[in-house]
Nanobody, 115 residues
Framework: QVHLRESGGGLVQPGGSLRLSCVVS????????MNWYRQLPGKERESVAS???????TYRDSVKGRFTISRDNAKNTVYLQMNSLRPDETGVYFC?????????WGPGTQVTVSS
């Protein structure tokens, strides 16, 4: 059975930082592209960042230079370092994986950016 579990969300002040983690089990993690998505209030879920098995990273334009995705294949974990957070980035952040055509989502972790 496949499990994805995010952690690291919470309340942070504008301009602050958070590091999200997602531990994955049940798939060949080292061979799987990994992604972070988010759902902001009143908006559709959107891609934030992705990292291929070989480490190639992509980001949505609005987070470039502030967010960094990384992975530790030995720990079956993908990370999202988020710096200079803005209030309009408040929402639920999800870990997402695909393998052999199947899609897997974590339950999400709440990120609240507020003073």
């Amino acid at each position: 059975q496949v499990h994805l579990r995010e952690s690291g969300g919470g309340l942070v002040q504008p301009g602050g930082s958070l590091r999200l983690s997602c531990v994955v089990s049940g798939i060949n993690f080292s061979g799987a592209p990994m992604n972070w998505y988010r759902q902001l209030p009143g908006k559709e879920r959107e891609s934030v960042a992705s990292i291929m098995s070989v480490g190639l990273e992509t980001y949505r334009d609005s987070v470039k230079g502030r967010f960094t995705i990384s992975r530790d294949n030995a720990k079956n974990t993908v990370y999202l370092q988020m710096n200079s957070l803005r209030p309009d980035e408040t929402g639920v952040y999800f870990c997402y994986a695909t393998q052999r055509g199947d899609e897997y989502w974590g339950p999400g972790t709440q990120v609240t950016v507020s003073s």
